[in-house]
C-alpha cells in the first residue's frame, strides 16, 4: 500500500471510531495503534467537526482530513472497530481488505427498533424507582411515555438529520403524557411521568467526552462537545416544559386540583 493508502485506512478507521462516540484518547491511542500496524508514525488532531491526521514514514510525511461531526453514539460499532484493528494488527485481516470492512461496520445498522424501544422504557421506569415512584399507574404511564418516545425518536429518524428535533420531540410527547395524567389525576407522583423518560434523553456520553476533553487541554473541542450536550438539554428542556404550561391550562378553573397534583 502506498502511504496516501495507509494514511487514508487510519484516518477512516479514526472517523468511525470518532463519530460514534468513542473519546478522543482512545481514538487517538488506536489510531497510533494501527499506524505501528502499518509501519507510520501517525499523529492525530480531532476538532468539532473535522479529523485532520499527521503521518510519516521515514521523511516522508503527509497530512490529510475528512470531515467528522461527533455527534453520535453507537458502541457497537465502536466496538466491532476496535476489534476489526486487532484483527489487522494479528494479520487475520489484510491491509487491502480493511477499507472494506470499515465501510460495512459504518454502515451497520443501529439496535432493533423493540430492543431500542425496550432500553428505553425500562431505563425511565428504573429512573423513577430511583426517584421514588410509589404506584403502579404512575410506573406504567412512565413506561408507556418511554416507549412512545423512543418509537417517535426511530420514525423521526427517517425523516430528518436535524439531531435537536428527536430529543425535542419525545421530550414534548413526555410533557403532553405528564399533562393528560395531571389533567385525570392518575397517579400522586405524576411530575415522573414527564420527568423520568426526558432523564434518558440527556446526552451523558458528549458530556463525559467533553469534560475529559476539558482535563486534557483540549479545550475548543472539549467546549464544542459540552456546547452541543448543552443544546441537546436545552432542546429536551424546551419540550418539556410544554407539560407545565398544559398542565396549568388542564387545571385552570378548578380550584384546589393544582395543588395537590405534584404531591407526591
Known sequence: MTLEE???????????????GEATDQTSAAAARLGDTLGLHVKLLPRWGELQLEVEDGDARLISAVAADPTGVDMDRVASMMGAIEALGADRIAPADAMDAITKISKAPPAPTWLF????AAGAVALAVIFGVQHLVAAGLILMSAAA????????????ENIF???????????VIGALAVRYQLSSSLRLVAV?????LVPGPHVLNGALDLIRGRMHLGAARLTY????????STGAAAWASASR???SGRPGRQGRAFVE
Open 6 to 20: 495507509r494514511s487514508n485506512l487510519i484516518l477512516a478507521f479514526a472517523r468511525a471510531l470518532y463519530v460514534n
Open 117 to 120: 424501544t425496550l432500553a428505553a
Open 149 to 160: 418516545g423512543a418509537v417517535l425518536r426511530r420514525i423521526l429518524a427517517r425523516y430528518s
Open 165 to 175: 428535533l428527536q430529543p425535542f420531540c419525545a421530550a414534548l410527547l413526555a410533557g
Open 196 to 200: 423520568c423518560p426526558c432523564m434518558i
Open 229 to 236: 450536550a448543552g443544546l441537546v438539554i436545552v432542546a429536551i
Open 249 to 251: 391550562r388542564f387545571l
